[in-house]
């Protein structure tokens, strides 16, 4: 089946190979290869003087072949949001999948726990129910899963709420049969938009401590936790040096969006859309890049080429930007956007054009896309 969808987008999309980057079709995805191998050589090299490992979450790039870069690279596996990204990065050669998040659903939880028979998942859990429901579909397979606890260290989303609740779920797991307890996830989302560095490292230390207080107390409770997960973009540097944490869940460093824009230096911006001006009124510039073709989530697109303009509105097919005359763009012309958020920028789209040296030289497709299963689940 994935492979089926590779053929499909890359007959659809093809055609581009061997374009300049600014000669496509608008709306058009590029990921610009060159950035992206800087920017995993650069997180590399950083992760190096630190004791944690990488493990990228790829929920922002949906992308195999970009995932096998990453391991090639020297990241430990990855980790993904939803059980079908999981099928699909195990099935096209990672290792080591890690699902960040809950899996929720009776047939969503036979996928997991069927996948489970030849791959090595693991899943986050916070609630006892879920784990139960895990393990009885473990039973069924006949598989094994590997575990982490979520632990809530100050976002407010998943999470066990107390360290208490931490050990009653550990003591669970190591009773329910088809699963196994490696650790604890402890993500501080809290922390990623926080621009004042010496506030955000003050935070992110706060989750770590709290998040090695669960790990201590899960320890004196007979439970090892060989794997404590963690960490951001934002917060790679702050949580990669802390020495309980062994592993980093950053993943938007690939692609440097608007959101993390400079919260850390050192990456670039390595995800464009390119639009066209459609419309031209005065100073009134629109584009065919709406908000059906780029994210807008927490931080609205720029154009890479005006970072100054502020964009006025987007709209589902137009994006609205009030020009002056520092602006050459005449109607016709293409202009590339930095994504105001790369994950829901990607999920837009079928494929990457993949460009180096500012022509295309591949497409890469993005699977699995959109929020149903996409056939995976009869696979
Ligand atoms: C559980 C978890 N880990 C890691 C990340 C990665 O964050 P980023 O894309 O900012 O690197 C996210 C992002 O939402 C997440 O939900």
Redesign the pocket.
């Given at each position: 089946m994935i492979s089926t969808y590779h053929e499909h987008v890359r007959k659809a999309y093809g055609p581009a190979i061997g374009r300049n980057r600014r000669e496509l079709v608008t709306p058009a995805l590029i990921m610009d290869l060159d950035a992206v191998r800087r920017n995993i050589q650069f997180m590399m090299q950083r992760l190096s003087t630190m004791k944690a490992r990488l493990r990228p979450?790829v929920?922002?790039q949906k992308s195999p072949e970009l995932a096998r870069m990453q391991v090639e690279a020297g990241a430990i596996g990855v980790?993904t949001?939803t059980v079908w990204e999981a099928i699909v990065m195990s099935s096209s050669g990672v290792e080591d999948v890690m699902i960040?998040?809950q899996v929720g659903g009776r047939e969503k939880i036979a996928a997991l726990t069927k996948a489970a028979k030849d791959r090595h998942l693991t899943v986050a859990v916070d609630d006892t129910r879920n784990a139960k429901d895990i393990s009885t579909a473990a039973q069924v397979a006949r598989s094994e899963l590997d575990v982490v606890i979520e632990v809530d260290v100050g976002m407010g989303r998943g999470g066990v709420r107390s360290v208490d609740e931490a050990v009653r779920l550990a003591q669970c797991v190591d009773k329910f049969s088809g699963l196994r307890l490696r650790g604890v996830?402890g993500?501080e989302?809290h922390c990623?938009l926080e621009p004042d560095r010496a506030v955000r490292i003050q935070k992110a230390n706060a989750a770590m401590d709290y998040l090695g207080t669960v790990v201590d107390r899960l320890t004196s409770a007979g439970f090892d936790c060989e794997v404590v997960s963690a960490?951001?973009?934002?917060t790679y540097d702050i949580t990669g040096n802390n020495p309980r944490v062994t592993e980093i869940?950053?993943?938007?460093?690939t692609y440097m969006d608007n959101f993390?824009g400079n919260l850390v230096p050192g990456f670039s911006p390595a995800l464009t859309v390119l639009g066209s001006v459609v419309i031209q009124h005065g100073n009134t510039l629109v584009l065919d890049s709406g908000r059906k073709s780029i994210g807008i989530d927490f931080v609205l697109p720029t154009m890479i080429d005006y970072p100054f303009y502020q964009a006025r509105y987007f709209a589902e097919e137009h994006a609205l930007f009030e020009v002056d005359d520092r602006c050459r763009l005449e109607l016709g012309d293409v202009v590339e956007l930095i994504p105001g958020y790369a994950?829901t920028t990607v999920n837009l789209y079928d494929a990457y054009h993949v460009v180096e040296n500012d022509v295309v030289t591949d497409i890469w497709p993005i699977v699995p896309r959109g929020a149903g299963h996409g056939g995976l689940f009869a696979s």
């Open positions: 979450h929920k922002c980790c949001a960040a998040n996830q993500y989302g990623m960490g951001g973009t934002g869940q950053a993943g938007s460093y993390h994950p």
